[in-house]
């Protein structure tokens, strides 16, 4: 029996078509993912609960503030408790997910608080995130903060 052309063409189309939207589902499920991990760090670091803040990091996290490599986890914690709290409200405050596999995924949050009349401060945060044992975890984060006239 023949097969015409024509159908193996629809039918390659078709398999095509529902890997792409396949993909994209389990993009938009690791995204969710990402954005539940991420509501419940910032939550917790905003709350001052840093034990939360450093169970949501791996071990080995490298973190970078304004280029400068942190030596440890523990100088993180110590960071954490110092912070003072309520945090000043950004003038804008902006989260985005980039899921990459199945297990990993990156975020970039730009902030931007005054600091006084004439100058603000923008805060570009990128963090990469692995699920392992199925549990999201921040394996490299890092913080840049520079100041900006304000406009």
Known sequence: MKTKPQYITILLLLTIVGSAFAQKSADLSIKTE???????????????????????MDDDITFLANGNKVPSKQVIGTFC??????????????????????????????LE???????????LVTKIWKKTDGIWRITHLHSTAKEMNAN
Do not use: H, W
Request: aromatic share 10%; charged share 25%; hydrophobic share 40%.
């Open 34 to 56: 990402i954005e539940l991990a991420v509501a419940k760090e910032q939550n917790a670091f905003k709350n001052g609960d840093c034990d939360t803040v450093l169970s949501m």
């Open 81 to 110: 408790n110092s912070m003072p709290r309520p945090f000043k409200t950004p003038l804008f405050d902006i989260i985005e997910v980039f899921p990459l596999t199945n297990t990993s995924a990156y975020t970039i949050r730009t």
């Open 113 to 123: 608080f005054s600091k006084d009349d004439a100058t603000n401060i923008q805060e």
